[in-house]
Antibody, heavy 119, light 113 residues
């Protein structure tokens, strides 16, 4: 059974940092692109960024709203995806989901981890 | 960036009736070499994570009831629920994965009359 479990969310002050983790199981993690998507309270879905696979150089892509502040990485030996978030702003408050990518679409989502940026 | 526009924002439908959700992309998501539309539909029930319903615009994900159908090509797409059931109450999102950033529509909330 495919499982994605995010962790690391919490309350942080503006300007602070947080590192989210996503533990994957039930599939060959190294074969899949992995993405982060967020959802602000009461709002819609916003794509945050992507990690490709080793064969594609582990390249990453980011939404303009987070580029330069957020960094996505992965450790295939630990079946884990990470999101390092720096210089956090109040508008980064959201539930953050990690997603498995198959044929381009997001076929599995984690349960999400909430991040609140507030003083 | 591709802008995905869904309509309506919300929909109130009687049990057993048809629900139709539209999604329009600001640019074509049809990849000519493969003749595939890079468009997905997701369902998000209250308090839950989103769930993939369709990819390539009309390919039903495993386990999705056949009362759900996806159609369209290029810039205009439709998600249809043939006979609405109580468990279909949710917000539905379209998403293009043709180009980064992979943008979502604003969502359509489906409720029971």
């Amino acid at each position: 059974e495919v499982q994605l479990v995010e962790s690391g969310g919490g309350l942080v002050q503006p300007g602070g940092s947080l590192r989210l983790s996503c533990a994957a199981s039930g599939f060959t993690f190294s074969d899949h692109y992995m993405d982060w998507v967020r959802q602000a309270p009461g709002k819609g879905l916003e794509w945050v960024g992507r990690s490709t696979i080793k064969a594609h150089g582990y390249t990453t892509e980011y939404a303009a709203s987070v580029k330069g502040r957020f960094t996505i990485s992965r450790d295939d030996s630990k079946n884990s995806l990470y999101l390092q978030m720096n210089s956090l702003k109040t508008e980064d408050t959201a539930v953050y989901y990690c997603c498995r990518v198959t044929w381009g679409a997001f076929d599995y989502w984690g349960q999400g981890t909430p991040v609140t940026v507030s003083s | 960036d591709f802008v995905m526009t869904q309509s309506p924002d919300s929909l109130v439908v009687s049990l057993g009736e048809r629900a139709t959700i539209n999604c329009k992309s600001s640019q074509s998501v049809l990849y000519s070499s493969s003749n595939k539309n890079y468009l997905a539909w997701y369902q998000q029930k209250p308090g839950q994570s989103p769930k993939l319903l369709f990819y390539w615009a009309s390919t039903r994900e495993s386990g999705v009831p056949d009362r759900f159908s996806g159609s369209g090509s290029g810039t205009d797409f439709t998600l249809t629920i043939r006979s609405l059931q109580a468990e279909d109450v949710a917000v539905y999102y379209c998403q293009q994965y043709y180009s980064i950033p992979h943008t979502f529509g604003g969502g359509t909330k489906v409720e029971i009359k």
